[in-house]
């Protein structure tokens, strides 16, 4: 079975190494991995892949920064010679950034079937332009693999058939749980930053447009983490994106917040799993904070992964200044006892092939449709 396995930006990574590690146990699957290069940058080098244990990608669409229309375009445009290329049997697209809808998009036209891996997962907020790339990516896809409960009742509401709809775990904790596994064996002296835990401190990340491309909101933002910061010393790897807005709007976020350059995942992981807090608008730290135990406050109105709140160890604190003090302090003062969500157990990406080869094993036939050039 011919697969694409498709990823634009550093956390996609993450979430399709162990899909790639466990493809590599079925001698009837020849799983290539194709970069769109939505987000490309130095550091992702072949140390990077070699971390995750995964080749050098197989295709490179260098796609590049642009608006969200002409990288989406890219992107298509890229894909298509690809698949043209290849035939394969089918495409695997994960998340929701641009390359998950573009790629879904350009395989269904050309027949191919999509799977869709962290499918379902709804913020009900269409001014993310993650939502609008997850709505539409599950409007075509064939199989869904969901991460937490909230995206099966998702799905089903929106009228997909029960037998594609797959409860699966999620691959991001496989990957967390491999990360920490070799973070063991790790010698801590190989981290430039570990000078930094010689006292607590909480660890913060902050990217989203919603954060940091209004000056009201960032400088709203700003305040507060100041604020936290008198208390708590705050170690922060900045964004490329975020620091430009930093600059654009002077923002200063004041001594005890250190501003480090984009880590590494194990660096990184180093560094929040030991923290008295972690605050954050990504998505992904909300679930490996879960599965870690670590306390986590969300700076944002909303998420879409509502079982990091209602299981885990997550807080979901708005973005004014007063919700995100309160949610601060009840993290750090005890928190909340959180538990891990079923099937977060390392095992997702076991799961997916074992769905993949039980239905499609000698039934996709690679029949292609005329292609007009």
């Known amino acids: 079975m011919k697969t694409l396995l498709v990823a634009g930006a550093r956390p996609n990574f993450m979430k399709i190494a162990p899909i790639y590690r466990e493809a590599m146990h079925y001698p009837d699957v020849e799983c290539r991995i194709v970069h769109t290069g939505q987000h490309y940058d130095q550091e992702m080098s072949q140390t990077f892949f070699k971390d995750l244990a995964l080749p050098t990608p197989h295709w490179f669409l260098n796609a590049g920064s642009a608006s969200q229309a002409e990288q989406t375009a890219r992107i298509m445009v890229a894909f298509e010679e690809v698949c043209i290329g290849e035939r394969p049997d089918l495409v695997i697209v994960v998340g929701d950034v641009n390359s998950t809808l573009a790629c879904s998009i350009t395989a269904k036209k050309l027949g191919i079937r999509v799977a869709h891996v962290e499918a379902g997962l709804r913020s009900f907020d269409l001014t993310m332009p993650e939502e609008i790339n997850r709505l539409v990516t599950d409007s075509i896809s064939d199989d869904f693999f969901v991460t937490e409960e909230s995206g099966v009742a998702n799905l089903l509401r929106e009228g997909k058939s029960p037998e594609r709809v797959h409860l699966v775990g999620h691959v991001m904790i496989d990957n967390l749980l491999y990360e920490v596994r070799r973070l063991e064996n790790t010698d801590p002296a190989t981290f430039s930053t570990r000078s930094w835990k010689d006292r607590p401190y909480g660890f913060l990340t902050l990217h989203r447009p919603s954060n940091v491309d209004s ?117 750090v003062n005890g928190g909340k006892a959180g538990r891990v969500p079923p099937l977060w157990d390392g095992r997702a990406a076991e799961r997916i092939w074992r769905v993949l080869l039980g239905r499609y094993k000698g039934t996709l036939s690679g029949d292609w449709p005329t292609i007009s050039r």
């Open 215 to 331: 000056a009201e909101k960032f400088g709203e933002l700003a305040s507060v983490l100041r604020d936290i910061s008198t208390e708590l010393r705050l170690l922060f790897p900045v964004h490329p994106r975020t620091r430009g807005q930093m600059r654009e709007f002077g923002i200063d976020l004041g001594d005890n917040v250190v501003l480090l350059p984009p880590l590494g995942f194990q660096e990184s992981l180093f560094l929040w799993k030991d923290a008295r807090v972690v605050l954050t608008d990504s998505g992904g730290l909300q679930e490996e904070t879960t599965a870690m135990g670590v306390p986590c406050v969300t700076l944002r109105d909303n998420t879409e992964r509502p079982i990091t709140v209602e299981m885990g160890t997550n807080v979901l604190a708005g973005t004014k200044k007063s919700s995100i003090l309160a949610a601060y302090r009840q993290a």
